[in-house]
Each structure stands twice: as C-alpha cells, then as structure tokens.
C-alpha cells in the first residue's frame, strides 16, 4: 500500500517566491496535518484538517502561510511570499481517527536562499 | 512551560546495554501515547503505542506513569541500529486529533 505522499521533496527557492507544498495522505484516513521540523524548534503542528475541513491553525506562523484541502485524496500547504526563516523540513501526516497513529510522508526539504 | 518535554539527550549506549528515558506531559487530560522513533534525515515512524498497563515489543518496553504524568521507553540490548531520535506524542481529550509531539531524545550506541 501507498504511505503518505509528499511532493517535491526538495525544494530551494529564493526570498519572495511562492512555494507550494503537496500532499497525498493514506486513501481512507480522515485526518491530515502538516507539521514543520527545523532543529531549534522541533516539530511543530501547523494546521490539521477533519474530513478536509481545518480544524485548528493555531501553529500557523503567519499570514503568509495558507493550507487547503479540496477532496479526501489531496492537500496544499502555500508559503507566499517565502522568506529565508522558513527553511524546515515540512511533512504531511496523515491517520484513521484522531486517537489514532499518525503516518508520516517523507517530507519537503524546502530551503529558501 | 512545554506541553511535552524530554532530555534531548544523547544518550551514548554501548550495544548490549540497556537504556530507559522519559516524556513527561503537562495536560493531566492526555488520553493516548506514543513513541516514535525519527532516523537522521527521514520521516517519524511509530515505534509503539502506549497502553495504560504498560506493554513490551521485542526489546522495547513502554510504559505510563499518570500520577506523575510521564511515559518512559526502555530499550534492552540495544543494537547499533537502534540509534535514532525518539519522539513522544500525547494527545489530550480537550485536542482530539491533535498530536503534541516531543522535541526528541537522542539515542546513540556504540560498538
């Protein structure tokens, strides 16, 4: 079976340009949650959606940070304009209930110059 | 103060030895529990779950101290294969659904 699927998986772009992150969860789950990982801040939740509805954004660092989920099977998570901080690795997760084990994508290596 | 916290470590092992860290959780609400284990460079892939009684896969022992509000992990004979970066994750009842995830322990054993 497929895992998660995450594209690019890596990504280096300059100061000001627009980033698009995809995802691909496990087909049947019915939660998705991007997380952003760099080494002083760990692994942060970003936003987590419910049957493709957001359902808390509370990490969402800023404005210039936007996610969607249009269907079950797909996922954007838009950076715009991206700025040098936001360098991180970024991953999709997804899982079949909210108590239930999240699987991870590979993750983007996004790097902004 | 963090939500989840653990000694970022690292731990050095010898292989064969036994080594045994904690996660401890500042929401007494926390209902589910997790080990994941995250090699340099790739994704978190979950290690275990933790059950309320404790629970034992091969040489991994997880266990859940509520009055005290932490999990441990416990790795026996341990392999050089082993070394990774472990991560706990809790989730609380008043955030179903939403993982809070450890910044991670440090394993490494050596030869």
């Known amino acids: 079976d497929a895992g998660v699927i995450q594209s690019p998986r890596h990504e280096v772009t300059e100061m000001g340009q627009e980033v698009t992150l995809r995802c691909k969860p496990i087909?049947?789950?019915?939660?998705l949650f991007w997380y952003r990982q760099t080494m002083m801040r760990g692994l942060e939740l970003l936003i987590y959606?419910?049957?493709?509805?957001?359902?808390?954004d509370s990490g969402m660092p800023e404005d210039r940070f936007s996610a969607k989920m249009p269907n079950a099977s797909f996922s954007t998570l838009k950076i715009q304009p991206s700025e040098p901080r936001d360098s991180a690795v970024y991953f999709c997760?997804?899982?079949?209930?909210?108590?239930?084990?999240?699987?991870f994508g590979p993750g983007t290596r996004l790097t902004v110059l | 103060r963090k939500e989840v916290e653990q000694d970022p470590g690292p731990f050095n092992v010898p292989e064969g030895a036994t080594v045994a860290f904690n996660c401890t959780y500042s929401?007494?609400?926390?209902?589910?529990f997790f080990w994941y284990r995250q090699d340099c460079r790739k994704e978190p892939k979950l290690l275990m779950s933790?059950?309320?009684s404790g629970n034992e896969d091969g040489r991994f022992t997880a266990q859940l101290n509520r009055a005290s509000q932490y999990i441990s992990l416990l790795i026996r004979d341990s392999k050089l294969s082993d070394s990774a970066t472990y991560l706990c994750?809790?989730?609380?009842?008043?955030?179903?659904?939403?993982?809070?995830f450890g910044a991670g322990t440090q394993v490494v054993v050596t030869p």
């Open positions: 997760a997804s899982s079949g209930g909210g108590g239930n084990e999240q699987f």
């Open positions: 933790v059950y309320s």
């Open positions: 959606f419910n049957n493709n509805v957001p359902i808390d």
């Open positions: 929401n007494s609400a926390s209902q589910s």
């Open positions: 994750a809790v989730i609380g009842t008043d955030s179903w659904g939403k993982f809070q």
């Open positions: 087909s049947g789950h019915d939660y």
